[in-house]
């Protein structure tokens, strides 16, 4: 509550700076004193001495201020009732940090009640003398900011210098974010390596984490099969259903629906990659799978199961239709109509002209449309837990069982498992190959695109 309060207060601190600024600003057109900037720069340039300051004070204080208070707790009496072993006893710190933020939380340790009282006091008393150092790291800088404020300044300078510099450091974010996804991955893959070879890892064909103990524990983590699933359900089962619906959609929503069809299909059909993932897997497993597994047995098929790829893929199939239908669309639309006209001119008919002209034309949008599906479908995980099952199958039959890298990534990091065992770090093996393989896909999309937007610029 505190610290919402602290930063209420500190937007209002600096809205009153902008208005100051902006006031005396205007005395230098007033006075015919000539001015740099507008009055609404000067009262931004003053507003930021004040949030700047004061945010990065905040920041830091909430960084600090945990510590402090268990460093302070640890100087109490009543601190010396925590048990000695150290997990125990972080059990019972985090039950008492959690109790003095919410009294009504349930609790297993009952010193885990008595630690409450002296952990909120101090929370209060360091929020406290936060508030004090922000605030008065806000009127320094209010200070200095308002000595600064004259009619040549350039404040407009300033103001868009900071806002360059914001939004360089939300640009920074994403690559940041990348960089330490690829460097986490990285390490504990290199980890697992240290454990199983990379050669059993990635030309193996027994994947059966379960049963790794001993020292010869390479020959149980193969993952081809792993990698067989993904690609079979993903790009192969799933594509067979995307790319004919998607491309013919994306066909007659161009060429042969009128302008209120269009209106109204073209939203609709987009809805689909809106739709929650998890649904998709209930529909597959609740739906899709029953109608294969009736319709296997009625082909005579013994023991037909629920779980099977061919009713993973076909839902995943009808879910990355948008990436299809919307890419073709955009492709097919930006064909010039000069080349369909001058076909139409030369006797062709519509659908001649759209097989031979504008299909041809737009190819390169169309695959990178379907390359861009092929690496959303390879990263899906709902639908694949609910409907494909948990078998390492080798097969081309698309009615067995069958898993892939998402499934067991969420397997082999669920429950209670041990971070540095084998089992655990071979989800980050899996990860950083998913990682390598989407992102090649995407490239080669972004490259295929970056071509075809360039012939008809």
Request: charged share 15%; aromatic share 8%; glycine share 8%.
């Amino acid at each position: 509550m505190i610290q919402l309060v602290i930063l209420s207060a500190l937007a209002a601190l600096a809205l009153s700076g902008w208005f100051a600024g902006r006031s005396k600003a205007r005395m230098f057109t007033r006075d015919k004193v000539s001015a740099w900037s507008r009055p609404q720069y000067h009262g931004a340039h003053l507003a930021l001495w004040i949030l700047v300051p004061g945010m990065l004070a905040w920041l830091v204080w909430s960084a600090i201020a945990p510590g402090l208070v268990d460093a302070a707790l640890m100087t109490m009496p009543i601190a010396q009732q925590l048990p000695v072993a150290e997990l125990e006893r972080a059990s019972v710190l985090a039950e008492a940090h959690a109790l003095a933020a919410n009294p009504d939380a349930g609790s297993f340790f009952p010193l885990a009640k008595e630690l409450a009282g002296p952990i909120g006091e101090l929370r209060t008393r360091y929020d406290l003398i936060g508030a004090v150092l922000v605030a008065v790291l806000a009127f320094a800088g209010g200070a200095w900011g308002f000595s600064r404020l004259r009619a040549d300044y350039p404040a407009r300078t300033q103001v868009e210098r900071a806002i360059m510099l914001l939004l360089l450091l939300a640009s920074l974010v994403a690559i940041l974010t990348t960089f330490g996804i690829v460097a986490s991955l990285v390490y504990e893959t290199g980890l697992f390596f240290n454990k199983v070879s990379p050669v059993d890892f990635l030309t193996g064909t027994h994947w059966s984490p379960g049963a790794a103990v001993g020292d010869d524990i390479g020959s149980n983590f193969g993952a081809i099969p792993l990698f067989w699933g993904t690609l079979y359900i993903g790009a192969v089962i799933a594509m067979i259903v995307a790319i004919p619906l998607g491309l013919m959609s994306a066909i007659y929503l161009t060429q042969y629906a009128s302008a209120r069809v269009r209106r109204w299909i073209k939203p609709m059909l987009e809805i689909l990659a809106g739709v929650p993932t998890v649904v998709y897997g209930y529909f597959a497993a609740l739906t899709v799978a029953p109608l294969v597994r009736d319709v296997a047995a009625a082909l005579g098929r013994d023991n037909a199961s629920t779980e099977s790829a061919l009713a993973a893929g076909l839902v995943m199939g009808v879910m990355i239709i948008p990436f299809v239908s919307s890419m073709a669309d955009d492709s097919i639309a930006a064909v010039p109509s000069a080349m369909a006209d001058g076909s139409l001119a030369m006797g062709a008919t519509k659908s001649e002209t759209i097989k031979r002209v504008l299909i041809p034309a737009a190819l390169p949008g169309i695959v990178a449309g379907v390359m861009l599906a092929v690496s959303r479908a390879i990263g899906e995980t709902m639908i694949v837990v609910m409907a494909a099952g948990a078998a390492a199958n080798l097969s081309l039959d698309p009615l067995e069982s069958m898993t892939t890298v998402t499934f067991q990534i969420v397997q082999l990091l669920t429950g209670d498992q041990e971070f540095d065992s084998s089992r655990t770090l071979s989800a980050f093996a899996l990860g950083l190959v998913l990682f390598i393989v989407t992102l090649v896909l995407n490239i080669v999309a972004l490259r295929v695109v970056k071509r075809f937007r360039e012939a008809y610029d």
